[in-house]
């Protein structure tokens, strides 16, 4: 009986053990994922309220690869994530998330400030619940994943389509189905960082759960800022 109760005491210590490391790794998506956010509404104020970098960075051919090269960046990421440290993972997410503020920057132009802050509200109280939804279900949502993506994929492709369509009927279809893609992709990432967490913990390798979580909080920041910009296509007041 005694040697039970030892070993029903240790599984209860490893239990909390892997709990607050969860916890502890949770709190690092989110913060990592804040800072980057803060940079890039920082960037993406600071271009978007200077006219002559407006007409540098969106004039003519220039303007293309101010707005792919994010995406070049976020392919790049998955190349190299292995090859980098901790810190320099974080390094390159933080310079990602700058240069999403460049890209973004033209929403500061094109809708007013006070709408600009009114979607973000929005998008923030909509991302709060849906991943608090994501992390806490008890559903396995792992399903969702495969349909999700293609969806994402879909999105880019009609995206670059409508660049040289510019049709305002497609682009209020693309804002509509993005918002329901990318608040489904915020519940299934959350729940899937968590579980990726809980699946690696037991073997203690702190600069992959470093690596972890700041993959992770690209992935959340991605959902989060996706779902703003698809909001604020028909949601924002335009000046």
């Known amino acids: 009986m005694a040697q039970f109760d030892t070993i029903r005491t240790a599984a209860g210590a490893r239990s909390a053990q892997i709990d607050a490391g969860l916890r502890a ?20 104020w ?9 007409n540098v960075l969106f004039t003519g051919f220039t303007r293309y690869i101010v707005m792919f090269a994010p995406l070049i960046m976020v392919f790049a990421f998955g ?4 090859k980098l440290s901790a810190a320099g993972a974080q390094l390159f997410f933080y310079a990602f998330a700058a240069l999403m503020g460049i890209s973004i920057s033209y929403i500061f132009v094109v809708f007013t400030d006070f709408s600009i802050a009114q979607v973000f509200l929005t998008t923030a109280i909509a991302f709060a619940g849906l991943s608090l939804w994501g992390y806490t279900t008890k559903k396995d949502i792992s399903g969702w994943g495969s349909f999700l993506i293609m969806g994402v994929i879909g999105l880019i492709v009609a995206s670059i389509i409508n660049i040289f369509l510019g049709s305002p009927a497609i ?17 299934y990432d959350t729940q899937d960082i968590k579980n990726e967490y809980l699946a690696h913990a037991h073997h203690g390798d702190s600069e992959w759960l470093g690596k972890s979580a700041i993959m992770g909080a690209l992935r959340l920041y991605l959902d989060f ?3 703003f910009l698809f909001l604020l296509q028909f949601m924002g007041n335009r000046d």
Not at 25 to 44: D, P, R, W
Not at 46 to 54: E, I, L, P, R, T
Not at 79 to 82: D, E, F, L, P
Not at 176 to 182: A, D, K, S, Y
């Open 46 to 54: 600071a271009v978007g309220n200077n006219a002559s970098m407006m």
């Open 79 to 82: 190349a190299v994530i292995n």
């Open 225 to 227: 800022i996706n779902m």
């Open 171 to 187: 682009m209020f279809a693309i804002s509509i189905i993005g918002v329901l893609i990318f608040a489904g992709l915020t519940a």
């Open 25 to 44: 790794h949770m709190n690092k998506v989110y913060g990592t994922m804040s800072i980057g956010m803060l940079l890039t509404f920082a960037a993406a």
